[in-house]
């Protein structure tokens, strides 16, 4: 299997946020070799883990691009602010969250975060296919 390469349209509300997962799916539904359905809803969690992420915090708009590789599934979250995701205590009562990071980087063989050269970031994880 050759890489096979997606980007999907630019995200700026939580409607889109439903959008990129939408996307994400028909991406994996139309890969070859078939990927394992947990495998391909891991995908999916991510993709909306980080795009709600990307929203939230990182300046309102994200684009997505996936990346299908012979041995894993890469998603790739661009958003507008130069400040790197942070670790937090997640919050069990009051609901500002802090569960997503955590989340992602135990469901990712990898995780990163790199600048933008014209500003901004981007926040990646690797999954299995």
Not at 34 to 59: K, P, W, Y
Not at 106 to 125: E, W
């Amino acid at each position: 299997m050759d890489t096979m390469s997606v980007t999907v349209a630019p995200t700026r509300s939580g409607t889109s946020i439903a959008g990129a997962r939408e996307s994400a799916r028909h991406f994996l539904e139309n890969l070859l070799p078939v990927i394992a359905a947990e495998a391909a809803e891991t995908v999916v969690m991510v993709v909306s883990e980080l795009v709600t992420n990307a929203l939230r915090h990182g300046g309102g708009a994200a684009i997505t691009d996936l990346t299908a590789h012979p041995d894993g599934i890469e998603v790739a979250v661009h958003d507008d602010s130069p400040q790197a995701p942070r670790m937090r205590t997640p919050d069990l009562n009051g609901g500002t969250g802090g569960f997503g990071r955590p989340m992602v980087n135990r469901l990712a063989r990898a995780t990163a975060v790199t600048r933008g050269p014209a500003g901004g970031k981007t926040v990646s994880a690797l999954l299995a296919r």
